[in-house]
């Protein structure tokens, strides 16, 4: 049995968005964004939406690479005003049905708080900003800050032309997206000083906007781009944002994990997975002694296990996934004083298991959509968390990792059990005083099972209440477990 104490001292406080989902056009490579919209009636799939809002994110980001080469405009006003445009990053054409004004709505009607990318001289990719003669893709400092004008100027008249009385009030901007990761883009000087033009420009139109910076060196290890970007831009950057997607474990995992390969031995998979969390650790390390100096707060705003198989990989849809996605949960809660915008997964799509939320196809009135293990969690763990970090004593660490919070009346313990095949006793106190009850929701399944469209309630958490203060935590699980103060 491990004694498990929960100190009530409150540590700092935790931001509310941890558990952001990420939502990029991605046409030809997954049929996201299209997939989501309803073109005959002009809303967002009804089966989508429901699934979302049992997710119930906290932010969503519209973005990513595809914001290199995206003129908002284009995707704004009337129908037949929208013009499409090729997705030079993952090939095929979007139609930009969904723009600005469907993106809003969509958050709004999820609860959900909008972080949106900009165009950012097309972080340097010459490529995407002039793919063609006669093509321009550059985005300007000039075409951001009209953006947030059209976004938050209560009397501006483009918003209002197309009908759009009240502003949207977007509050979160990102400039700069993965400008590291290509040799042909900016280099750390170059982007950090666009950054900080882009910043002045943007905050010029709307003082109290929040933007975060690309401050990840990832491809250009040792270039300090975060370190240049505070340098740079100053207090008119207020979150420096990276990405991480697990591309640091030994190269000999990869064969364990390619094609089909974990099935052949479970046990060595699920070894391997539970180290996880030390890379994101150490990378998360990096990054804060990089912006400690400036008083910055992190941001990771795409992260997930980029296995073989080019985020298709079906492992991605086992229950072994969803403790190892658990346990970098943890990690990520643990560094909650730093780190203020956080995902482990990407949005929804009809194809990559990378998804949060995998889409049917065809979409049709009997459609339903249904959650991966990576989303199960996320929707645990938010759906119950308070506002303050706590410590605990007792956590071997290696099988068994906790993360606490409180809110003043409950203490929440995010508990994952990484014995494959061990139960764990937990005697959980409070202040060294022992819990009368636990209110527990839990997940425990078998390692190797998977969801697919025909078993979509497979991870669906069970809830139960433990009179005293010891829980049997069965092997391979996952909990959150409350106890009132």
Avoid at 104 to 124: I, P, W
Avoid at 326 to 346: C, G, M, P
Avoid at 422 to 446: F, M, Q, W, Y
Avoid at 447 to 452: A, H, V, Y
Wanted: aromatic share 10%; proline share 5%; glycine share 6%.
């Amino acid at each position: 049995m491990k004694k498990i104490n929960v100190s009530t001292q409150k540590k700092h406080t935790i931001s509310p968005y941890l558990y952001m989902q990420f939502m990029e056009p991605l046409s030809n490579a997954d049929s996201s964004v299209d997939a989501g919209w309803d073109y005959i009636k002009d809303r967002w799939q009804p089966c989508l939406m429901d699934i979302v809002k049992e997710l119930s994110p906290t932010m969503v980001r519209f973005g990513g690479c595809f914001a290199s080469y995206y003129h908002w405009k284009e995707a704004v006003g009337s129908r037949e005003s929208r013009i499409p445009l090729y997705n030079q990053s993952w090939d095929g054409m979007f139609s930009n049905q969904v723009g600005t004004h469907e993106f809003m709505e969509f958050c709004r009607e999820v609860g959900a708080e909008a972080l949106m990318c900009v165009n950012t001289e097309s972080d340097g990719r010459m490529h995407w900003a002039y793919p063609k003669a006669g093509q321009d893709r550059f985005g300007t400092a000039e075409e951001a800050a009209e953006w947030v004008a059209y976004c938050n100027d209560p009397d501006n008249a483009l918003r209002l032309s197309h009908g759009v009385k009240n502003p949207y009030n977007l509050r979160y901007w990102q400039i700069g997206n993965e400008t590291s990761y290509d040799q042909r883009g900016y280099n750390a000087e170059k982007s950090a000083e666009v950054t900080a033009k882009f910043a002045k420009a943007m905050r010029a139109v709307d003082p109290s906007i929040k933007l975060l910076g690309w401050g990840d060196d990832f491809r250009r290890f040792g270039e300090k781009w975060a370190t240049k970007l505070c340098e740079a831009a100053g207090d008119d950057i207020d979150i420096v944002a990276y990405h991480y997607h697990y591309e640091t474990f030994p190269s000999e995992w990869k064969e364990l994990m390619k094609d089909n390969e974990y099935r052949k031995n479970p046990e060595q998979t699920w070894d391997l997975l539970m180290k996880m969390p030390q890379y994101l650790q150490t990378r998360i390390d990096q990054m804060r002694e990089e912006v400690a100096p400036y008083g910055k707060k992190l941001a990771m705003t795409e992260s997930h296990f980029n296995l073989p198989g080019r985020n298709r990989n079906e492992m991605l849809s086992s229950w072994t996934m969803g403790v190892a996605y658990a346990r970098t949960l943890n990690t990520v809660e643990h560094n909650a004083d730093i780190i203020d915008i956080a995902t482990s997964a990407d949005f929804f799509g009809t194809r990559w298991q990378v998804n949060a939320v995998i889409l049917p196809t065809p979409v049709n009135a009997n459609s339903r959509a249904y959650l991966q293990p990576v989303a199960e969690v996320m929707k645990l763990f938010r759906h119950h968390i308070g506002k303050y970090a706590l410590d605990a004593t007792g956590m071997d660490k290696e099988n068994l990792t906790a993360s606490l919070s409180e809110d003043g009346k409950t203490a929440y313990l995010h508990v994952v059990n990484s014995g494959m095949n061990s139960e764990n006793v937990l005697d959980i106190n409070i202040n060294g005083v022992p819990a009368k009850s636990l209110n527990i929701t839990e997940i425990a399944k078998n390692p190797t099972d998977e969801i697919m469209q025909t078993c979509p309630d497979i991870f669906k958490p069970e809830e139960k209440v433990v009179e005293g203060s010891v829980y049997k935590m069965p092997p391979a699980s996952v909990a959150a477990i409350e106890v009132t103060l």
